[in-house]
């Protein structure tokens, strides 16, 4: 092989060497910040990784609102209508938190099956829902109880 096929040889394997470290890293970044949501039954079926960012949601389950009454501290447990989670958060809950509302909590699920949050989204309005929320209500079948009861409440 003469020495000029030689050497672009070396560099077009450089430029490759050097793309894949550059995919492989980007790869990585991404993997990190991504937060997958589940819903409450595939948290219950063990679906869902301990430790990792996860987004979980669901419908609030009437009377399972624990407020601590010298902190931030609250417990509530949220429901797809097949499985229910409880979900843990020490802070200020958004002003439409409240039972029977749809809301997706971001946080880590620790060894006892509780997510522990350190964000929670609350719907805008009475017409609009997380899609990952919505889905899940449509696959357990409680999307019609979910509607009923917020046609109810609005009239």
């Known amino acids: 092989?003469?020495?000029?096929?030689?050497?672009?040889?070396?560099?077009?394997?450089a430029i490759l060497a050097g793309f894949g470290v550059a995919v492989a890293l980007a790869l990585s970044a991404l993997q990190q910040n991504i937060n997958l949501f589940y819903s409450p039954t595939q948290i219950a079926n063990?679906?869902?990784?301990?430790?990792?960012?996860?987004?979980?949601?669901?419908?609030?389950?009437?009377?399972?609102?624990?407020?601590s009454a010298d902190s931030l501290d609250t417990a509530f447990v949220v429901t797809d209508g097949a499985a229910r989670v409880t979900i843990r958060y020490s802070g200020i809950l958004p002003d439409l938190f409240r039972e029977?509302?749809?809301?997706?909590?971001?946080?880590?699920?620790?060894?006892?099956?509780?997510l522990?949050?350190?964000?929670?989204?609350?719907?805008?309005?009475?017409?609009?829902?997380?899609?990952?929320?919505?889905?899940?209500l449509e696959q357990s079948g409680m999307q019609q109880r979910h509607e009923a009861a917020t046609q109810g409440g609005a009239q």
Do not use: C, W
């Open 116 to 136: 522990v949050a350190d964000e929670v989204l609350a719907k805008h309005d009475e017409n609009y829902m997380p899609p990952e929320v919505m889905q899940a």
């Open 46 to 67: 063990g679906e869902a990784p301990q430790d990792t960012r996860i987004r979980a949601g669901g419908l609030v389950e009437d009377g399972s609102v624990a407020r």
């Open 100 to 114: 029977g509302q749809g809301i997706v909590a971001m946080g880590k699920l620790n060894a006892d099956g509780v």
């Open 1 to 13: 092989m003469n020495p000029v096929r030689k050497k672009r040889l070396f560099i077009v394997l």
